[in-house]
């Protein structure tokens, strides 16, 4: 039986847990190469299993020398890049505009928004050569907008509008730059989310029985 992700090398942003952990272990369970970059990533971040690998990097991807060395460590360690999944990123909780400080929403910004740019910016040339794939992590929030989170669904309506104009200009060069916007799901950032975990609350949307399952979401949305 053939492996979907075969050979295929992978960045994944803030994948030790949640759903960058979900994309990795899809990936590696596929054959894959994968390289986690997070803030998080040490000696004890997650095993993964299965015929691909992996290899972690702590990385803060707002800053964009950390960002300049770990991929060139990669394309060092591997030889190439074919996909950068883009899902490092932070939700406010139940904030409302004057709640919310101008730094506060500068800083949040930077974590969903910048860092997404960055770590575009310096893996398009090896993607070019590989025809590869971005795949960003945005929200029905984009979309649909929520309460009481403005300046989260900002961000996330930035990154859907910035992989439309991206893909529109990597087209030429056979990469293609798609956008996931997931409802709810059970990660460890929904249920640090002050009241996330209480169906009786302005969060009914996601009692157990309607979030989705981090590890499953997305199996089979990778295409490259």
């Excluded at 702590?58 to 770990?70: G, I, M, P």
């Excluded at 939700?91 to 930077?110: A, M, N, Q, R, Y």
């Amino acid at each position: 039986m053939s492996l979907r992700f075969q050979d295929k090398v992978a960045i994944v942003t803030g994948g030790c847990s949640g759903i960058g952990k979900g994309c990795a272990e899809v990936l590696v369970e596929q054959g894959g190469i994968v390289v986690v970059l997070d803030k998080a990533a040490d000696e004890t971040s997650p095993s993964l299993t299965g015929p691909g690998k992996v290899k972690y990097m702590k990385c803060d991807v707002t800053n964009e020398e950390q960002v300049k060395n770990c991929v060139e460590q990669t394309v060092k360690d591997f030889g190439k890049i074919d996909c950068l999944v883009n899902n490092a990123g932070v939700h406010t909780g139940l904030v409302t505009i004057d709640t919310i400080s101008v730094e506060d929403f500068k800083t949040l910004f930077d974590i969903n928004v910048v860092s997404m740019f960055i770590m575009s910016k310096y893996a398009l040339p090896h993607l070019r050569k590989t025809k590869g794939s971005i795949v960003n992590l945005s929200s029905f929030s984009a979309v649909a907008g929520q309460a009481s989170c403005p300046t989260y669904c900002a961000t996330k309506g930035a990154i859907t509008s910035f992989a439309k104009g991206l893909a529109a200009d990597e087209a030429k060069n056979g990469v293609r730059v798609n956008t996931i916007c997931p409802g709810p799901t059970n990660t460890p950032l929904l249920q640090g989310i002050p009241g996330g975990d209480n169906p009786d609350n302005k969060y009914e949307m996601v009692s157990n029985n309607k979030i989705r399952s981090s590890r499953r979401l997305f199996q089979w949305r990778f295409h490259f």
